[in-house]
């Protein structure tokens, strides 16, 4: 991981990428707002790389995404965007063919890569559809999900050969304007309750998406910006891609020091200013790691703080450092609770 890399000390997070893919919510905006520093960061690093925006939210379709970035000051077209339905539409095509018809929970964002494609669209289980796509649209209430579970019984299914049913994501909440939310895997819940089986899923931290993303723009070395470890990180993680860590979002310190290896970062940025600033390297001496002027250090069972520096960050990422290298779970160590915040 970058964190842990021998670096020079001019080196960037962007340096050898050539495409940058960010997420949206906590990263880009949040609710209807963009997060400061966020626009102008992006469109500088549109010189020299492609930039994506990378989203599970299904409710919208890419191109209503690319105009609400666009007013936002962002440099963006459709085709920028990539989003889970536009991921579950190719494993969609794995299972039924184009001209099939499908039970859609969700909005517009779904249907509007359905009919791209060629697939007719349906409400109703009692069309008997060959196959349920399900994703998030604030207007998805129980009368939806009921008619995905009919569908999904429909003569005695009750295994993953059964009819296919493919979940857009599963982000358990979702970030809007006045706090956390219930989101799709909340929904696929109900649903998974009612028929007994799990759906094949299409968005972060499966790989499809990731698939969809480096195809669409060619990559052979991206760098993916999340806000959110059991997301973008890990979803990154085990698509090969490079990952940089946002406190802008869901998830902050206290998540990050006690991220399992598969969820690890492999840079912390403050704001999206830090991807133009040089990256500082960890050093270390015997038990101690130095990030900056800040110095952390594990005493047994004990991580110290041996210096704060005059960085936070810097203090984050020398703490993340010792506590990952440790090789011990964050609740078998003593840390001060100055590290959480």
Known sequence: MALFRTRIESATPLEGVDAVLADLDGVVYKG?????????????????????????????SDATVARHLTDLGLEVEASDVVTSPQAAMHLLAERVEPGALVLVVGGEGIVTELERRGYRVTRSADDAPAAVVQGFAPEVGWLQLAEAAFALNA????????????????????????????????????????????????????????????????ASNPLMIGDRLDTDILGANRAGFASAMVLTGIDRAKQLLAADASMRPDFILGDLRDLHAAYPVAERTRDTVRVGRAKVRLDGDR????????????????????????????HALQVPEQLYA
């Open 155 to 218: 003569g005695g299914f009750a295994d993953e050969n059964g009819l296919p049913w493919i979940a857009t994501n599963m982000d358990w909440t979702i970030p809007v304007a006045r706090g956390i939310a219930p989101g799709n895997g909340t929904l696929v819940s109900a649903v998974h309750t009612a028929v007994g089986r799990f759906p094949v899923v299409a968005g972060k931290p499966e790989t499809p998406i990731f698939d969809e993303a480096k195809r669409r723009f060619g």
């Open 303 to 330: 991580v110290v703080i041996a210096a704060e520096g005059d960085d936070e960050l810097d203090l984050l990422r020398a703490a993340c450092a010792v506590i990952w290298e440790s090789g011990r779970p964050i």
């Open 32 to 60: 209807a707002h963009a997060i400061p520093y966020a626009v102008e960061s992006l469109n500088a690093a549109k010189t020299g790389h492609a930039v994506g925006y990378v989203t599970n939210n299904a409710s919208r």
